[in-house]
């Protein structure tokens, strides 16, 4: 179910000036599922979020480092057994993976850098451990045993408290909804369902951070890429929609 939100300042009506208080204006910019098919957020920059000044190539990020599944094998994954690494975000460890998802394990201390998954919608167990999670959205505090879903282009980092996370992680190729067996042909919560609107949480926010020339790692499918950003992306005075 699309929830709609309002948070910071935003125009009266979409697609219109707003400006500035020194007269200039803030650049829009659409965050939608499916372009302008689907649920869609409008954020409202400080600065144009298309000033790129610099793309560099990190490889293929773990994409197609997998073993066949042949002959069948059980195998227990001993999570557990893993050694710490450096951040949430570029220290995950693949465990399993085909064409429609990524399943990773990570245990962290120091917050990672900025991030963008373009591939698909990302959900992250918190299993020990707390954090602050930070994206253009806002920042929303987690803890052992949230979710947090986090959709496709939206720029985020993770800020774990000590002494550290450790997080099952999910990358899927497309978006991450409920069942349809949960939810009435509105989009609200059945009485079945294993969860309820009263279990959700959204970003508090914005966020409003300077700086230039800022780093963001971004996934694709064919790999990861560094883009340095003219200016900081968490620059968003307000935003509203059903996307975040």
């Known amino acids: ?44 920059h400080v600065h144009p979020p298309t000033a790129i000044v610099k793309s560099e190539g990190l490889g293929t990020g773990g994409v197609g480092e997998t073993v066949p599944n042949h002959p069948l094998l059980p195998r227990h994954v001993r999570t557990a057994g893993l050694p710490a690494a450096d951040d949430l975000v570029l ?5 399993f993976a085909n064409d429609d998802v990524r399943i990773c394990f990570v245990s962290a201390a120091a917050p990672s850098g900025l991030y963008r998954n373009s591939a698909g919608d990302e959900a992250v167990y918190v299993q020990h ?21 986090v959709p496709r282009g939206t720029i985020h980092r993770w800020i774990p408290a000590a002494p550290g996370v450790s ?37 508090e926010g914005p966020l409003l951070a300077g700086g230039e020339d800022v780093p963001v790692v971004v996934r694709t499918r064919s790999g990861l890429t560094r883009l340095t950003y003219a200016h900081h992306p968490f620059d968003v005075v307000g935003w509203d929609g059903c996307l975040y």
């Open 91 to 95: 220290g995950r460890g693949l465990l």
């Open 129 to 149: 451990g707390s954090a602050r999670f930070e994206s253009v959205y806002g920042a929303l505090t987690v803890g052992a045993g949230d979710y947090v879903v």
């Open 167 to 203: 997080a099952l992680t999910v990358e899927a190729s497309g978006h991450i909804r409920p069942p349809r067996r949960y939810l009435s042909q509105f989009g609200q919560f059945l009485e079945h369902a294993p969860y309820s609107e009263r279990d959700l949480r959204g970003p």
């Open 1 to 44: 179910m699309p929830y709609y939100r309002v948070t910071g300042e935003v125009p009266r009506k979409r697609h219109i000036r707003f400006h500035r208080p020194d007269g200039g204006l803030y650049s829009e910019e659409l965050m939608g599922e499916e372009g302008f098919a689907s649920d869609s957020s409008l954020l409202y």
